[in-house]
């Protein structure tokens, strides 16, 4: 018997999970009935015993998991594993290994080759043949039938090294996809054997990536040292095959200014001594490219040009002040952030002016699962847009908002820090950032004292309570647990269970307790102390009180018939203030005195709250007297002005009362994207009914 794609998958999952997997776990990623991970259990524990391994067990409140030696085997086997299976490669995988032969094994890319190679039928491969025709078609390339020899390209070499790049960035984008990586490995490397990915060739390139991170001051990631490294074992086979790469030379001279240059002649000098493969100067540009592109971990900003750094500096200040703006937070650790976004960015650019590409699998699930950051981020790109001269595409957003996303809990902390944890990430700075947030979101008391690298964590021995990688890494002194960079419900769940296994969650923070006994003792007479702290004890322990999970109201949960009001017209914009306010106050969402906070803070630092013509948000700092996340909506007939100029001028005032700088962000985006379009701003304006408003705002909900 033969395992198809699905349950080929479904092995992986619980092949590569470090610990016992809960069949609900299961069910929720694979999108599939519980009835139905059964019998492909059982289908799968068949195909294993065939092949006398042992089958999938299931430990009793833990969840399945496979024996150790079967695991093994699979993991020493895994290019076989795979073939074994007789995997079910996917649409974009067979265009993907297909194109990946016409590029780098010309003279074996026949029909027959390609059957060998994916295992379909005729018919299958002629239409994925035709398809990519014509994507090489519009990319400037031709693809022909040549007879007796097999298809064969023509057209720029830049727009095949383009294509090659792109190959390479989809197959590190998806981890699951060993086997295409594999292949494409042998491709570019013949030697290379089908149990292993590592060459001495691919190993002294390694090797000299690190020696360029030391000349240039950067720590690169950890998947990035791996695609550069096939990156230039590319360019070696190309140079042997005598397909040569043109730089322009106004380029050329650009290029040959930065540091990245001097790393890359390092780097093809030493291949030079290795291999006896002449690096033509154009070539070395090439290498210098990919590097400047490069996601990194940590940069060394001294070594910046002047240029550079008062350049990305203005754009990501701009770009802070705007996001500061449309999300109402303020960021305490402002120069932090500047510092990360600069790291971030500088490669970004890079990246869109040489047209190179990064893995990026992370990308939807951060759309997805942060869309309220993404939107609020997608605002403030124009900044970057216009230094960089090009549209931002959703993929490097998404990573931008991972870097603003980060840095919106680094306030000072309120909650005594009981567990200090390290966090090893291959992903760069704001992937490890963001996995901070929400670990220290998630555990109360969690303080993650520094993020490393996989390199950096295994040079040196480290002092916490806990780590938390994204790697396998095998524990030794300390606790691992094990963690996707961007955690859903399930692993959330799944972290909580295996924090509270590790530290015994019986011993309830005894500030906590306290507290609560010190308010109820302010408004009620306690007869029985001891079995009342007794009893707070046991409740805290069986809510989990290591989760402090931040729940994210919808915009039409906050604005309703009792916080919407239609006015005529007022005053004053201190008097609009007022007004706008009151709801809030009367529901005692805020104090009265946090009105007073709102108009000292437009006294102080202008109309900045007028976001856009005929809006004002008016808010201020949760310590002047935020009592619990509130927002409230007036619509006057007649604009109040907040300065002189006519871009001041509102008559939509939306007091937002927040408690924090995230648990609004969902209804400010969708407050956001319903004020971007005008027809809603005037229907908003026109509008004397609260059940007018109500409507509108839920249509927009909808429609986002």
């Not at 043109?246 to 030493?270: F, R």
């Not at 309830?508 to 079995?531: G, P, Q, Y």
């Not at 908003?684 to 609260?690: E, F, H, K």
């Amino acid at each position: 018997m033969v395992l198809d794609k699905r349950r080929a998958h479904l092995l992986s999952i619980i092949q590569q999970s470090h610990e016992p997997i809960p069949t609900k776990d299961l069910v929720a990623k694979m999108n599939m009935s519980q009835r139905t991970i059964y019998y492909d259990l059982d289908q799968i524990n068949s195909w294993l015993r065939t092949r006398h391994l042992s089958p999938i067990e299931s430990k009793h409140g833990k969840g399945l998991f496979l024996p150790h030696a079967t695991k093994s085997k699979l993991m020493v086997d895994q290019d076989q594993s795979f073939e074994g299976w007789q995997y079910q490669l996917s649409k974009q995988e067979r265009e993907v290994l297909i194109k990946a032969k016409i590029l780098l094994e010309e003279q074996d890319a026949s029909m027959q080759r390609f059957l060998d190679l994916t295992s379909m039928s005729r018919g299958t491969i002629a239409k994925v043949i035709k398809t990519i025709k014509q994507e090489f078609s519009e990319a400037g390339l031709q693809l022909y039938y040549q007879k007796g020899s097999g298809y064969r390209l023509s057209g720029p070499e830049e727009v095949k090294r383009t294509i090659l790049s792109d190959i390479l960035a989809t197959i590190f984008s998806h981890p699951n996809w060993q086997n295409v990586r594999n292949e494409v490995h042998r491709m570019i490397q013949p030697e290379a054997n089908q149990w292993s990915e590592e060459t001495d060739q691919r190993c002294s390139v390694r090797d000299l990536l690190f020696e360029a991170e030391k000349e240039l001051g950067w720590t690169l990631t950890d998947e990035m040292v791996e695609i550069l490294s096939l990156q230039i074992l590319m360019i070696i086979k190309r140079i042997e095959l005598q397909k040569y790469i043109n730089v322009q030379p106004a380029e050329k001279q650009v290029l040959q200014q930065t540091e990245a240059y001097q790393a890359s002649l390092l780097i093809a000098k030493k291949l030079e001594n290795l291999w006896e493969v002449a690096f033509p100067e154009d070539e070395v540009c090439f290498i210098t490219m990919n590097l400047l592109g490069s996601k990194v971990q940590h940069d060394d900003f001294s070594r910046y040009t002047e240029r550079e750094r008062s350049g990305l500096k203005n754009v990501v200040q701009q770009m802070i002040a705007d996001f500061q703006l449309y999300s109402c937070v303020v960021f305490d650790d402002k120069e932090g952030l500047e510092e990360n976004l600069i790291s971030h960015i500088k490669p970004t650019y890079y990246r869109l002016k040489y047209g190179v590409q990064v893995a990026n699998d992370l990308a939807p699930s951060i759309q997805e699962t942060y869309q309220d950051l993404f939107y609020l981020t997608k605002r403030v790109m124009r900044h970057l847009e216009f230094y960089v001269g090009k549209t931002i595409p959703d993929e490097e957003i998404a990573y931008i908002t991972l870097h603003f996303g980060g840095w919106l809990t680094k306030e000072k902390k309120q909650v005594k820090t009981k567990f200090r944890a390290i966090i090893v990430c291959e992903n760069g700075i704001g992937t490890s950032n963001m996995l901070r947030t929400q670990l220290e979101n998630l555990i109360a008391g969690l303080n993650v004292i520094t993020t490393l690298s996989m390199r950096e964590y295994q040079r040196k021995e480290h002092q916490a309570d806990v780590i938390f990688s994204t790697n396998y890494i095998k524990p030794k002194n300390i606790p691992v647990i094990h963690v996707p960079a961007i955690l859903t419900n399930i692993e959330k769940e799944r972290v909580i269970q295996r924090m509270n296994g590790l530290f015994d969650s019986k011993q309830t923070d005894k500030d906590t307790v306290d507290h609560f006994m010190d308010v109820i003792e302010r408004h009620a007479t306690i007869h029985h102390k001891d079995e009342l702290k007794r009893e707070l004890v046991h409740l805290l322990d069986q809510n989990s009180p290591r989760t402090k999970e931040l729940r994210k109201p919808m915009l039409n949960e906050l604005l309703t018939e009792r916080t919407i009001q239609f006015k005529d017209q007022v005053s004053n914009w201190k008097e609009a203030i007022e007004i706008a306010a009151q709801p809030l106050v009367e529901q005692q969402s805020i104090r009265p005195h946090y009105i007073q906070a709102m108009i000292d803070n437009v006294n102080e630092l202008g109309p900045y709250i007028v976001i856009a013509p005929r809006i004002a948000i008016p808010h201020a700092r949760p310590e002047t007297g935020v009592e619990q996340l509130g927002m409230s909506f007036l619509r006057l007939k007649e604009p109040v002005y907040f300065s002189e100029k006519e871009k001041h001028r509102a008559q939509l005032i939306i007091v937002l009362a927040a408690i924090d700088n995230q648990t609004h962000l969902k209804a400010l985006a969708q407050l956001s994207g319903m004020l971007s379009n005008e027809d809603n701003v005037n229907q908003l304006i026109a509008a004397n009914d609260s059940k007018n408003v109500i409507e509108l705002i839920n249509q927009s909900i909808e429609v986002s």
